[in-house]
Every structure is written in C-alpha cells, then in structure tokens.
C-alpha cells in the first residue's frame, strides 16, 4: 500500500491519543500495547496474524513475544513520528486479537538514559562506539536491535563537579503516571519538581539521585 500524504503527516499527541484502540498508549513517541496471550504458542499465532497485517499494509511494527504476552509498537520511521498508517494498523491488530480471543492488556512503560551534556559533539561519538548504538536525531542514540534503551543527551551548562550527570526518564502511559508517582514516593522517593507536570515530575531518591516519571501530554 502505497502511503498518502495523509498518511504522512504526523499526528499531534492528542490525535494519536484519541485514535488509538483501547489498551494503546503513546510512550515516549511509540504508539504501545501488550496482549496477554496467555502461552507461548497463543502469542505465536498472534504474531503470524501481525505479520500478514504488516505486509499488507506494507508498515512493519516492532513485535516482542515473550510467553506470557505480546507486546507491539508502532511509529513510522519515514516520518519520525505517529501517523494515520499507525493508528490503522493499531485498529487491525486490535481487531485480530478480538478474533482470536487475545485480551489488550497494561501498555508497557519504556525507560530512556539521559546524560547531561556541555558538549554534546564530543561524548556523543564515543558512546555510540561503547554501546554500538545509531544516531537518532541530533541529540540520542538508539539500539540498532532496538533491544536496550535509547540514550538523550539534555544540554547542560553546570560545571558543578559533584552534579549528577546521568538520570533515568520513565516513559509511562499517561492515565498510569499519578499511581506511578505515588508508588515512587511511598518507596522513599521525594519529589523535587513538578512545575512542568504531567509532561515530567522530577524525584529523587533517599541518597539525592535524581530521576523523571514522563509523558506525552502537555508536550505539543
């Protein structure tokens, strides 16, 4: 199928949200949604299903199958963002899980390292060459196997030597932030910043490292 230009123009956040099928959620700019299948062969079919979909529509999610469940992302690449080609084949693959009695499941979160950076030219190649990592972007490195987490580099002016230099950004689905937030701060957690919530809290824990609870509203 050959892509409109509809189809190529990218959905704000809230598009995306309101076109989503129940169970998906936009993280961290993917489009997500975990199916519990319930046993490995169940998932199998499922993913073969996903496949047929993918050719036919000639746009290829990222399937993860584990035994208990099948987890499916979608973004498209061409356009590095969300696009009416997402939300469609979000709505077929939903359908085919309706068919073969696969109940959606809790969108999954997804975690992104972050280095604060005054010189974002210089570190930047040599963690590409550590980690074997692509270039996303100006300012990220992703998993050419897109297995382990993508790595931003937020500028920095601080040349404070005892700043922290590295934190965790968890991405979660935005309806699952304020139990998150929570969890967090009844594990000891404090909160430092909340001025630019829902699109990030800032927490930190009990010996004053610093991370952020993430999501895509109040971003667009």
């Not at 036919?56 to 992302?73: C, E, F, K, N, S």
Request: proline share 5%; net charge negative; charged share 25%.
């Amino acid at each position: 199928m050959t892509p409109t230009d509809d189809d190529r123009r990218a959905l704000s956040r809230q598009e995306t949200t309101d076109a989503l099928p129940e169970g998906w959620r936009l993280v961290l700019d993917q489009a997500l949604a975990r199916y519990e299948t319930g046993d490995f062969n169940a998932g199998a079919r499922f993913v073969q299903r996903i496949a047929e979909l993918a050719d036919a529509a000639d746009h290829h999610p990222d399937v993860d199958l584990r035994y208990p469940h099948v987890t499916v992302g979608l973004v498209s690449h061409d356009v590095g963002a969300i696009t009416a080609r997402d939300t469609r084949l979000a709505g077929e693959i939903h359908a085919a899980a309706a068919e073969l009695g696969i109940a959606v499941g809790t969108a999954p979160d997804k975690t992104e390292i972050a280095l604060d950076t005054g010189d974002l030219g210089r570190v930047a190649p040599f963690y590409a060459a550590l980690l074997g990592y692509d270039s996303a972007g100006d300012d990220a490195l992703v998993d050419p196997a897109s297995s382990g987490p993508q790595v931003w580099f937020q500028g920095s002016d601080s040349t404070a030597p005892d700043r922290q230099r590295w934190h965790l950004d968890v991405s979660v689905p935005h309806d699952d932030a304020e139990a998150r937030l929570q969890a967090v701060l009844d594990a000891g957690g404090r909160l430092v910043d909340d001025s630019a919530a829902p699109a990030f809290w800032v927490l930190e824990d009990a010996e004053g490292n610093r991370s952020c609870i993430c999501t895509w509203q109040a971003r667009d």
